[in-house]
């Protein structure tokens, strides 16, 4: 698994500081922070959460498609080898592609769901950030929609990936006792852009 400071590394390396990376970091803070609060209650890897979400659009440094920068996030990771994090960066996707999806992308031929806890988080919290803020689903996926009006593969898809977004932030609400949405403009990443340690 990648340190922090690896994970940092990479992402100025391949980021040279774009405006994404800026994202990155606010969705990385953003899981962290939960990951602190969901620690009380259940197991989770909050290095390996934060890592993960800081280089979810790695692949941002080829290419701004909504699929393909998922795609090339995987190549890049997994290129390195840093398995874990590139599942990430496939899995993030629409909350994941099943087999016959990821094959079309020149991805292995197998499902890339999220399948534990960190996984899981860093898409939700990804569709909940607009940029480096946190904004509601709706608001977030209806930008979705505006901007890749023309890409009918991802806006079939999209309608399901909200679905999932909306159960799985349902059942987070209801484990951290407050409105997900609320958490994370309660507790937004700090302005001057120190992230918290471990």
Not at 142 to 168: V, W
Request: charged residues 25%; negative net charge.
């Amino acid at each position: 698994m990648l340190s922090r400071s690896e994970a940092i590394r990479l992402l100025i390396l391949h980021g040279k500081g774009a405006a994404w990376t800026k994202h990155c970091f606010a969705v990385a803070d953003s899981a962290l922070r939960l990951g602190q609060v969901l620690e009380n209650r259940m197991a989770i890897d909050r290095p390996f959460l934060w890592t993960a979400a800081l280089l979810h659009d790695i692949g941002r440094c080829i290419t701004h498609d909504p699929i393909r920068h998922g795609v090339e996030g995987y190549r890049l990771l997994s290129g390195l080898g840093h398995e874990a994090e590139a599942y990430v960066c496939a899995s993030h996707i629409l909350f994941g592609l099943d087999a016959a999806e990821a094959a079309a992308f020149g991805l292995p031929e197998q499902g890339f769901f999220p399948r534990t806890l960190e996984e899981r988080l860093v898409p939700l919290i990804d569709f909940m950030m607009e940029g480096d803020q946190p904004t509601s689903l709706n608001r977030r996926f209806a930008s979705l929609r505006r901007r890749n009006a023309g890409n009918c593969f991802f806006m079939d898809r999209l309608d399901r990936a909200y679905e999932t977004a909306k159960l799985f932030k349902k059942q987070l609400s209801d484990e951290i006792g407050e409105s997900f949405d609320d958490f994370l403009v309660c507790h937004e990443h700090a302005a001057n852009g120190i992230f918290p340690m471990f």
